[in-house]
């Protein structure tokens, strides 16, 4: 059973699973140009999209590791996330601190792209 049989009201509900539960729109494919970043609020936490100029997707934690401060007021040049504060810098890939202060990895959300829409998800560790 899927879930429009339950709103053409036959069946029984279906629960909304864990997997399909996490994602949320946060803006259009369109809203970026390569090499370029957003930060938006999702349920009431801080995450950067970052789409690169090789055409990547990726999303992570939006506050600095080293302090608290928002990563999408920095730059991002090729994978490299720059923090605006003191510089450190991160793999947006992978949240792989690449360049001190910062010893901490930042957290990577999942991120997906569905025609013309971006989703992300929590992390799942
Ligand atoms: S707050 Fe980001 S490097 Fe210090």
Excluded: Y
């Amino acid at each position: 059973m899927s879930n429009q049989d339950n709103a053409s009201g036959t069946g029984s509900p279906e629960p909304i699973t864990a997997v399909d539960a996490p994602w949320h729109e946060v803006a259009a494919a369109t809203d970026f140009t390569a090499g370029s970043m957003r930060g938006f609020v999702v349920g009431g936490r801080d995450v950067v999209v970052c789409h690169t100029k090789e055409g990547g997707w990726h999303a992570l934690d939006n506050i600095c590791t080293h302090g608290f401060v928002k990563m999408d007021e920095g730059r991002l040049r090729g994978v490299r996330l720059i923090c605006p504060l003191h510089g450190a810098s991160f793999d947006c890939r992978t949240g792989a601190v690449l360049g001190a202060p910062a010893s901490k990895p930042l957290a990577c959300w999942q991120v997906k792209v569905e025609g013309e829409r971006v989703l992300v998800a929590p992390p799942t560790t």
